[in-house]
């Protein structure tokens, strides 16, 4: 979903999450509530309390983030 431009970080350390156009505006169509687990989520990841999981192969350079239960 995210294409995050740095590494895993510390807590102490802040990890800067950058989208590119097409899964920003996937966010901005979804309805209110989904979007806001949906930001809620990369910030979680921004902060440090989520941690993206790495894709493979022709992913390779991309993030999966789970949001929700």
Not at 2 to 27: E, G, Y
Not at 44 to 58: N, T
């Amino acid at each position: 979903m995210a294409r995050q431009r740095t590494i895993r970080s510390l807590r102490w350390m802040k990890t800067k999450v950058t989208l590119d156009a097409q899964p920003l505006d996937f966010i901005r169509r979804q309805p209110p509530e989904s979007k806001r687990a949906l930001r809620e989520a990369l910030r979680d990841v921004e902060s440090g309390h989520a941690f993206p999981i790495p894709l493979e192969d022709d992913l390779e350079g991309f993030y999966k983030v789970r949001v929700g239960d």
